[in-house]
């Protein structure tokens, strides 16, 4: 059974850098032909797409968040990470760290963690 | 990108109704839609996926249907666990995008 745990600061300084890691465990995060994703919700609002990682290494990006994102993967710790630079108070959210099966399934996910940005 | 619009906002059933409710697409995403169910203080869970295909495990109460633009996911008789949030989500054209939600309330 697949199981993802997220870790991160619950609270950002605007113009900082968010960073969230989700570990792994039940499989590997090299596995063949496993994308491994983030989704974020803004409170009261519905879900946004934010990217995803290929166990190749290759990501896509929303483009509304590319400049800004970088989404990584470490197969020594099982984990897969997201780095959300320059963050403002419309990065508040609750993020989500998934598998998405053929890339956009939301098959397994991870228990969400709210991050707030304010000084 | 590609704009889903849920309609209604909140939909109000007696356990053991049909509740019917509605995803529209900016755009034609084929058959690229899927459904997930969400309930306070959880991460979705997948419902439907290929507009029409039941993920494992999801009871056969659940069901969707549409193509193109228009798409459906019915409830056949409400259980109590069936209250929650309903999304629909677009994986034709990226990024892949979500409804805002339609609540499912007692």
């Known amino acids: 059974q697949l199981q993802l745990q997220l870790s991160g600061p619950g609270l950002v300084k605007p113009s900082e850098t968010l960073s969230l890691t989700c570990t792994v465990s039940g499989g590997a995060v090299s596995r063949t032909n496993y994308y491994w994703g983030w989704v974020r919700q803004p409170p009261g609002k519905g879900l946004e797409w934010i990217g995803s990682i290929y166990y190749t290494g290759s990501t896509d990006y929303n483009p509304s968040l590319r400049s800004r994102l970088t989404i990584s993967v470490d197969p020594s710790k099982n984990q897969f990470s997201l780095n959300l630079s320059s963050v403002t108070a419309a990065d508040t959210a609750v993020y989500y760290c998934a598998r998405p099966v053929r890339g956009a399934l939301l098959q397994d996910w991870g228990k969400g963690t709210t991050v707030t940005v304010s000084s | 990108e590609v704009v889903l619009t849920q309609s209604p906002d909140t939909l109000s059933v007696f356990p053991g109704e049909r509740a019917t409710l509605s995803c529209r697409a900016s755009q034609t995403v084929n058959s690229n839609l899927a459904w997930y169910q969400q309930k306070p203080g959880e991460a979705p869970s997948l419902l439907i996926y290929g507009a029409s295909t039941r993920a494992t495990g999801v009871p056969a109460r659940f069901s969707g249907s549409g193509s193109g633009t228009e798409f459906t996911l019915t409830i056949s008789s409400l259980q109590s666990e069936d209250f929650a949030v309903y999304f629909c989500?677009?994986?034709?054209?990226?990024?892949?995008?979500f409804g805002l939600g339609t609540k499912v309330e007692i």
């Open positions: 989500q677009q994986y034709n054209h990226g990024p892949w995008t």
